[in-house]
């Protein structure tokens, strides 16, 4: 399984930004794939999970309302769909995946993309 990272920028406080994971070697039946971002000298902090058996999201309080997890089956991609922009945003962002339950929490996942670096300026 490898996943792959697009769609990092830079963008002004208050614009929107979609990512993108696509995960190839894998077609997804059950299973999670999440969101994660880091900023130096930070931990890997999980923003938001969709769980592939039970088709449901789960997000961070930090989040939550802003931030929109979707995934496109036929094309094997998941997307993080961002509004609201603000410079506390600014991290790299990594998707990663697992094969059981979703869990926001880095050290459940073994399978994670390069990352893309999202920069929001005030």
């Known amino acids: 399984v490898q996943l792959t990272e697009f769609g990092g920028g830079s963008v002004q406080a208050g614009e929107s930004l979609t990512l993108s994971c696509i995960v190839s070697?894998?077609?997804?039946?059950?299973?999670?794939l999440a969101w994660f971002r880091q900023v130096p000298g930070k931990e890997r902090e999980g923003v938001a999970s969709?769980?592939?058996?039970?088709?449901?999201?789960g997000y961070s309080d930090s989040v939550k309302g802003r931030l929109t997890i979707t995934q496109d089956s036929p094309k094997n991609t998941a997307y993080l769909q961002m509004t609201s922009l603000n410079p506390e945003d600014t991290a790299m962002y990594y998707c990663?995946?697992?094969?059981?339950?979703?869990?926001?929490?880095?050290?459940?996942?073994?399978?994670w993309g390069q990352g893309t670096q999202v920069t929001v300026s005030s």
């Open positions: 969709f769980d592939f058996g039970t088709r449901t999201t």
């Open positions: 990663a995946t697992r094969a059981g339950d979703c869990y926001l929490a880095a050290s459940w996942y073994n399978i």
């Open positions: 070697g894998y077609t997804y039946t059950r299973g999670c």
